[in-house]
């Protein structure tokens, strides 16, 4: 692969124009003067508001070239360290009284419809 050429899968919708970033595992969202930049692959950038989106893009950690080889969890190190603590069995028991709030959960509150409750019980409508 040529070392200029970004890591990215170009795609549009009828709301807008987007690359998928493989490295960052990210969907972005760009004008349409930068996704048929990408799209075409012009070595050189005319147009000012162009050439400072993607200087922005490349910024903030997109569009790179090199592909990720190997990924690694941060607690692949403590593996060995668990399986001598013989640890058999996990169980977690969500329930309607979570008090993380995640943001990417459905009973975060981000939804007007979803609320966490002050149940302990599991949810059950899973």
């Known amino acids: 692969m040529d070392n200029n050429i970004p890591f990215i899968h170009l795609f549009e919708t009828i709301l807008g124009k987007y ?3 493989v490295n960052t595992d ?6 349409e003067p930068v996704y048929y930049y990408l799209k075409n692959g012009e070595i050189s950038i005319n147009n000012f508001q162009v050439e400072t ?11 790179k070239s ?8 941060p607690l692949t190190k403590m593996v060995p360290y668990f399986l001598k603590s013989k640890v058999n069995f996990l169980e977690l028991q969500v329930t309607q009284n979570c008090n993380l709030r995640c943001e ?3 009973y975060s509150g981000g ?6 409750a002050k149940k302990n019980e ?3 409508d899973w």
Do not use: W
């Open 19 to 21: 690359f998928y970033d």
């Open 26 to 31: 990210e969907v972005v969202e760009v004008s």
């Open 53 to 63: 989106e993607v200087k922005s893009l490349i910024k903030r950690g997109y569009l």
């Open 66 to 73: 090199k592909k990720v080889q190997e990924t690694e969890h």
């Open 104 to 106: 990417y959960c459905a």
């Open 111 to 116: 939804y007007y419809n979803r609320q966490h």
């Open 122 to 124: 599991p949810y059950l």
